[in-house]
């Protein structure tokens, strides 16, 4: 436990948060800094063909152990931080022994992780819990995966009578900001499927994640002094507004669960001239998807035919652009890649929740650039924000996951799966 507690902690205390608005991949300098790190231990830990491309995308092998044909499969996590919160000066807290009642992050600020109200809390008394200062994020997401498979591939190198195939570990730049896998070299990888140690809750296993879209939508108005506006003066900020108030009622984040999409507003800066409104885009199904798509250009059109009068042009410019899609489409010719992950976990005691990701990971794009790529728990709850944690004894196991998939895969008969 302690090597696991010592591991993570070591990549939580770099600051990797990615920038969206940056053109650089990596998107920040200062992700190089845990990538170095990673090269330099993985090569340590006895793992061959460590390579970092000018990227900062990070591949290892662990040699085959086993004389018959093995499939060769992967792992892969991604080591920036969300630009959500901040992940700069993380200062991770031990809590031993967890007794269920609410945990002090920050005393000075009277920071609380409460069980009242985060209740998975409670499925972790008596262990070990990691948590912030209540001034920055953690970083479990996705440092958390990065520890276990280190650890694992470590456990796997000093226990050769464990039988295995060839496998490969990837980790990857920009994940956050919807980039990880996109100039990922799936070729150079040479897996035939791989898993991302991506999930929250212990137990979780997924391989459907929402299709995406990011839309951007320009806002012009025409600044005239207010005394002497009428009839003529056009508040740009205004127009957005009544543009959020055109989209599906009961449709946000906070009012969806399960297979339900959404509307995602995160981004509004205006003037009375400009305003930019940000929203993404979710659903699983792939029609509803598209009809959500439809829904902002029907909006904006809508808006325009009231306005051009007025205005003589489009005064509301709608771009949407897609970003991944749903991995289930790839993955379900190869099911058998899920079955083998939940074969490990009942093995091992864990019951597997089976669920579509209302996200997604490096593992979607990755599906679709051909490495099937299936979702499994890395164990952190709360990602994103001061309240994260990650229980020891989830690492734990999902390490134990990950060995057994690399046993399975060595005494699994393809052929029969196929």
């Known amino acids: 436990m302690q090597n696991i507690i010592d591991r993570f902690i070591s990549y939580v205390i770099i600051d990797t948060e990615s920038d969206p608005n940056s053109t ?205 506006a009428k009839g003529k003066m056009i508040n740009s900020m205004l127009i957005a507004n009544n543009f959020i108030n055109q989209l599906p009622k009961g449709e946000t984040p906070q009012e969806t669960k399960g297979y339900e999409g959404f509307f995602h507003v995160h981004h509004l800066n205006g003037s009375i001239e400009e305003t930019v409104l940000e929203l993404i885009i979710r659903d699983h199904s792939a029609s509803k998807f598209k009809k959500r798509k439809d829904t902002i250009h029907k909006i904006a059109k809508k808006i325009n035919k009231q306005y051009v009068k007025q205005f003589g042009e489009d005064i509301c410019i709608a771009e949407v652009k897609d970003q991944y899609f749903n991995m289930k489409e790839k993955v379900m010719p190869v099911k058998y890649i899920v079955d083998i992950a939940e074969k490990a976990m009942r093995e091992l005691g864990i019951k597997p929740l089976i669920k579509p990701i209302r996200g997604g990971t490096d593992g979607s794009q990755l599906s679709y650039m051909g490495l099937p790529c299936p979702n499994i728990f890395a164990g952190g709850h709360n990602f994103h924000g001061k309240y994260e944690y990650v229980p020891v004894e989830s690492m734990q196991k999902a390490i134990e996951v990950i060995v057994k998939i690399a046993q399975l895969t060595a005494t699994t008969d393809f052929n029969k799966q196929k």
């Open 24 to 228: 650089t991949t990596p998107s920040t300098e200062k992700q190089w800094n845990l990538a170095n790190k990673l090269v330099e231990e993985l090569k340590s830990i006895g793992l061959e063909d460590v390579t970092i491309d000018k990227n900062a995308y990070i591949m290892a092998t662990l040699p085959s152990n086993v004389s018959h044909d093995v499939p060769t499969i992967g792992f892969v996590s991604h080591f920036d931080t969300t630009p959500d919160f901040t992940g700069a000066n993380v200062n991770p807290q031990i809590v031993k022994n967890y007794d269920g009642n609410d945990i002090v992050l920050n005393k000075k600020q009277n920071i609380i992780l409460s069980p009242k109200y985060f209740k998975d809390l409670l499925l972790y008394k008596g262990q070990t819990l990691i948590t912030t200062d209540g001034l920055t994020l953690l970083g479990a997401d996705d440092k958390a995966g990065i520890t276990e498979i280190v650890t694992a591939m470590e456990y796997l190198v000093n226990n050769p009578d464990i039988k295995h195939g060839k496998i490969r570990v990837g980790f990857t730049p920009d994940e956050e900001i919807g980039r990880g896998a996109h100039k990922f070299d799936v070729k150079k990888f040479g897996a035939q499927w791989a898993y991302t140690m991506d999930g929250s809750q212990i137990g979780e296993l997924e391989y459907e994640n929402f299709n995406a879209a990011g839309a951007k939508i320009t806002f012009k108005g025409k600044s005239v002094h207010p005394g002497y």
